[in-house]
């Protein structure tokens, strides 16, 4: 995993010490100062991201010692120190910024995502995210998602195929669409297909599809819809759910329930670096 988040964290720590590095924890404070720090909860929420955000202090301070106290997934009441360091003070100073707007990011998301994951309880539905992530933050974004509980949907553009509403309009309707995804398709890639109505389903059916994205539905017409499907397509339900829908729509029987705003609006779980003495 260190392989893949190192690019990440660097390019985070690159844009903010720019062409000088830390040019006021090199005025104040002597080079061979040593700190000891605690990562500290500042309210209630979910844990994710913490590999990144303490390879931050890892790569300025490759000596540092790193007490790791909460695993991803746990989660944290108010006043819960989920790390301790001891290393050289400049460097956990300069590293401090890019470790936690990265953690309490991450954890907001986690935070988020375990929300809705409650919210759905005693339903067979699934939270799953979507690719509404932050630009060269989707893999972290997503790990904190399952984190919180849920699952991913596709990583990217090139793991299945998910025929949208922009996508029909061009192809010239449901059929047309579907029958060029599937000469296109190889034998492992799923096809998934977004609608509307139930008219756009029953069009889906006939022709075959593996997963039928259900798109702005009330929940009396999700129902009518996964009654339709009867099995035949996994059946994911999508549009501006928050905590307070989200049981209705899993009471329909769907399978999925996908939402971009634990990943682009999820509030931060404040976390803050104490420093000992």
Known sequence: MRFLLEPLVRAALREDLGRAGDITSAAVVPAEARVEAAIVARGEGVIAGLDAALLAFELLDPAI??????????????????????????????????????????????????????????????????RKTTPGLRALEKAAVRAGGGANHRFGLDDAMLIKDNHIALAGGVRPALERARRQAGHLVKIEIEVDT???????LAVGVDAVLLDNMNPQTLARAVAMVAGRAVTEASGRITRESAPAVAASGVDL???????HSAPILDLGLDIAG
């Open 65 to 130: 010692a790193i007490e790791r106290l909460c695993a991803d997934g746990a989660a944290v009441g108010r006043g819960a120190v989920v790390a301790r360091l001891r290393g050289q003070a400049r460097a956990v100073l300069a590293a401090e910024r890019t470790a936690l707007n990265l953690l309490c990011h991450l954890c907001g998301v986690a935070t988020a995502t375990r929300a809705l994951v409650e919210a759905v309880s005693g339903y067979k539905a699934k939270i799953v995210c979507t």
């Open 198 to 204: 139930l008219d756009q389903l029953a069009e889906a």
């Open 257 to 263: 329930i996908s939402s971009g705003w634990i990943t």
